[in-house]
């Protein structure tokens, strides 16, 4: 392999949220154990180094030695670079004039609410899902609906069509937050199912935003579909997306939104003025879509027989817990149900006693994510092995000290 995945980047003491600032968790959640033996595999950020053509645009924008104020539009290979992407990647053609810098993918989801809705109405998401829709919905002052996806079997998730054309139906709700690929769950919507949504909610004047900031993660033999391919009308229809996650290029700020009606675009436009973009940001996002696709092929092998492997290393040496690969993303959403823990003791287990960091899955579902775990493979192998038999190793020691309570 032409890129080395085995061994990550160190990165304490490089001004990282995820390793530097636990105060930042701690707020979320009082008393987690956080130290520098911590395998942190609770959030979406790659502890690999960046790709090589990135580094590399990096330096050239030092090497400028001027770092004032930046547009994205000042750089017309900002947008052939998203629009390349696109064609190459999907056979999907995406216009300039469709294309609106933002910070992040979420800033896109943001945007949608604020413009397409009033404080008060309501804005559908499916749980499980990212936790921090929830978060943004609330922050708006919008009211959180939530159709629960069907939960059939293991690893199997699905639209609720019922009740989703029932809630798209009521008036008082405007906006649904579509997350393709899915995170928490890892699932990829097929072309006939983003259709379906897309009529439901053209039909009941609701506006569907699609954050689509997994889709570069799809295992081998799946394929992803973006909203704006699958559906011809786009009346309806935002698409935002990035290479943050594929390129781990958060600290960056470089994702976009893409509108192709220009009605629904000038509404979305009218009063928002979007962040500049860092002149790294600009850099970064160029040289990802330009110069470091072989670069992203190379880790999604990693990740296709990484995700196989934990699956199983994981029903070997926690055979209580369920698991299994998902369709995208490098999310793994781990079922602890056998095991009778509440999820306070499920989180002292592997937080406390094995010092492993996940994050708990009433994050993404307080309705149905009582038992669950997110395991965010974003580590190496080697990191992941670990994590496991610490957290193996833990559950054996609780439930030993446990039976010889009860037996004194």
């Known amino acids: 392999m032409k890129y080395d995945f085995d061994h990550e980047a160190p990165r304490f003491g490089t001004y990282s949220m995820k390793y530097d600032d636990n105060g930042y968790f701690e707020a979320m ?7 520098e033996d911590t395998i942190r595999i609770f959030l979406a950020d790659m502890d690999f180094r960046a790709a090589p053509a990135i580094v590399a645009a990096m330096h050239r924008v030092a090497d400028h030695a001027n770092f004032g104020y930046t547009t994205a539009n000042a750089a017309p290979e900002f947008n052939r670079a998203i629009m390349g992407w696109y064609q190459r990647r999907y056979g999907f053609h995406i216009e300039n004039d469709w294309i609106i810098y ?7 989801v943001s945007q949608t609410i604020s413009a397409f809705s009033q404080p008060g109405d309501g ?3 499916c749980y499980p899902v990212y ?15 939530n159709c629960q996806k069907r939960h059939p079997a293991p690893g199997i998730y699905e639209m609720d069509w019922e009740r989703f054309e029932e809630l798209c139906a009521q008036p008082e709700n405007k906006i649904f937050v579509l997350c393709s690929p899915e995170n928490p769950v890892g699932r990829i919507w097929t072309a006939e199912e983003l259709n379906r949504m897309a009529g439901i909610c053209r039909r009941n ?10 889709s570069d993660f799809v295992r081998r033999g799946e394929k ?3 909203i704006l391919q699958a559906v011809a009308d786009h009346s309806n229809l935002i698409m935002v997306s990035g290479p943050n996650k594929s390129f781990n290029l958060q600290g960056l700020h470089c994702a976009y939104s893409v509108i192709p009606d220009k009605t629904l675009r000038e509404h979305y436009m009218a009063g928002y003025e979007p962040n500049m973009p860092a002149p790294f940001a600009v850099g970064a996002m160029i040289a990802a879509y330009d110069e470091s696709e072989d670069w992203l092929n190379q880790l999604n092998a990693y990740l296709d027989e990484g995700l196989a492997w934990a699956v199983d290393y994981l029903h070997e040496r926690l055979p209580l817990a369920k698991a299994y690969v998902p369709q995208a993303s490098y999310v793994l959403w781990v079922d602890f149900s056998r095991y009778g823990y509440p999820p306070d003791v499920l989180q002292y287990i592997i937080n406390h006693r094995a010092n492993v960091g996940v994050q708990t899955g009433l994050a993404h579902d307080p309705e149905q994510g009582t038992y669950y775990l997110r395991i965010c493979f974003t580590c190496s192998k080697a990191t992941m092995k670990e994590a496991i038999d610490r957290m193996a190793a833990a559950f054996a020691e609780f439930e030993a000290e446990k039976t010889a309570q009860t037996e004194k």
Not at 131 to 145: K, Q, W
């Open 131 to 145: 936790s921090n829709f929830t978060g943004t919905v609330r922050r708006l002052g919008r009211r959180l609906v």
């Open 29 to 35: 959640a009082p008393g987690i154990r956080l130290d």
């Open 123 to 125: 804005v559908i998401v």
């Open 102 to 108: 933002a910070n992040g993918a979420l800033e896109g």
């Open 224 to 226: 992803h579909t973006p």
């Open 205 to 214: 004047g609701v506006v569907i935003v699609s954050d689509e900031i997994h």
